[in-house]
C-alpha cells in the first residue's frame, strides 16, 4: 500500500494519443504502489484542456504529481498552478514559459518532420464555425511518431489517433508552474515529433533533472516505459513526506 503521504500521479497524454498510450508506465507505477491516474486531455486549446486537468488535479486528496507527455507538457505546464500540485514531469514534451505559445518555442528551432506529415481537417466549433484540427497521415505516423514501436503497435495507434485542436499551437501558456515547483524531464532523444533540442532547452530553462534516453522515438511512454516510470518514480520520491 502506498505511503498517505505519497503523491498520486496524474499523467496527461499528448496529441495523436489518449490515455492508453501511458499503459506501460501504470503499470510500472502501480507495481511500486504509486497512485496514479491517467484522464483524457480534451485537446481543444491550451487554456480549456489546462482547466480540465487543473480541476482533476483539484480533485484528488492530497499531493499530485502531474506528469505530460508532447503538448501534454503544455498543458501541465498552466494546470501546474493548481494548489495541491506539488512537482512536474515533462515526457518527450513541451515546456513553453509565460506568455509563449508552442508555435513560438518551436519556431526557434528546426522543424521536425513531424511537421510536413500533418493532415488539417475541419470540426464544428463551439460558436457555430468550423474550427481546424490536425492529425497525422497515417502512413507517416509510424515513422514520425513511435519509429521505435513493433509495426503492429503503430498501425493501431495510427487509426486510433485523438486530433488537437490548430488553436493549441498559437494558444499562450497563462502560467508557467515550472518557475514555482520542481520539474523533472525525460527528452527522447531520436524524437521526429518534437526536435530534441526544443525538449533540452525547455527542461534546461525549467531547471529540469532528469534523462535523455538515447534512440527513443516520441512515443518513448509506449517504447521505454520503464525508464519513463524511473523518473516519475525519482519525482514521487522526491516529492514524499
Known amino acids: 500500500m502506498p505511503h498517505s503521504s505519497t503523491p498520486t500521479v ?6 495523436f494519443a489518449d490515455a492508453a498510450s501511458w499503459s506501460g508506465v501504470i503499470t510500472e507505477l502501480q507495481q511500486h504502489g504509486v497512485p496514479v491516474v491517467a484522464p483524457p486531455n480534451p485537446l481543444r486549446g491550451l487554456p480549456a484542456d489546462a482547466a480540465y486537468v487543473a480541476s482533476v488535479a483539484s480533485g484528488i486528496d492530497g499531493p499530485v504529481v502531474l506528469a505530460g507527455h508532447s503538448y501534454g507538457g503544455a498543458v501541465i505546464t498552466v494546470a501546474g498552478a493548481a494548489q495541491n500540485v506539488a512537482g ?9 514559459d509565460e506568455g509563449e505559445s508552442l508555435g513560438e ?6 522543424e ?3 511537421a510536413a506529415s500533418l493532415r488539417q481537417s475541419a470540426y464544428p466549433g463551439e460558436d457555430g464555425r468550423d474550427a481546424v484540427e490536425f492529425t497525422i497521415d497515417p502512413q507517416a505516423f ?6 521505435d514501436v513493433p509495426e503492429e503497435v503503430t498501425r ?18 497563462s502560467t508557467a508552474a515550472w518557475r514555482t515547483k520542481p520539474a523533472w524531464a525525460v527528452i527522447a532523444g531520436a524524437d521526429q515529433a518534437i526536435n530534441p ?3 533540452r532547452f525547455g527542461a534546461a530553462r525549467a531547471g529540469a533533472s532528469g534523462v535523455e534516453v538515447a534512440g527513443a522515438s516520441h512515443a518513448v511512454a509506449v ?6 516510470a524511473a523518473v516519475i518514480l525519482e519525482a514521487v520520491r522526491a516529492l514524499s513526506a
Not at 88 to 96: D, K, N, Q, T
Not at 223 to 228: F, I, L
Open 223 to 228: 517504447s521505454r516505459p520503464k525508464e519513463v
Open 10 to 15: 496524474v499523467l496527461v497524454h499528448g496529441a
Open 142 to 147: 509510424p515513422r514520425v511518431f513511435a519509429a
Open 197 to 199: 533540442e526544443v525538449q
Open 88 to 96: 512536474l514531469v515533462y515526457v518527450a514534451a513541451y515546456v513553453p
Open 105 to 110: 518555442l518551436q519556431g526557434r528551432f528546426a
Open 112 to 114: 521536425p518532420p513531424l
Open 156 to 173: 493501431v495507434l495510427a487509426v486510433a489517433q485523438r486530433p488537437l485542436a490548430a488553436a493549441a499551437f498559437t494558444d499562450q501558456a
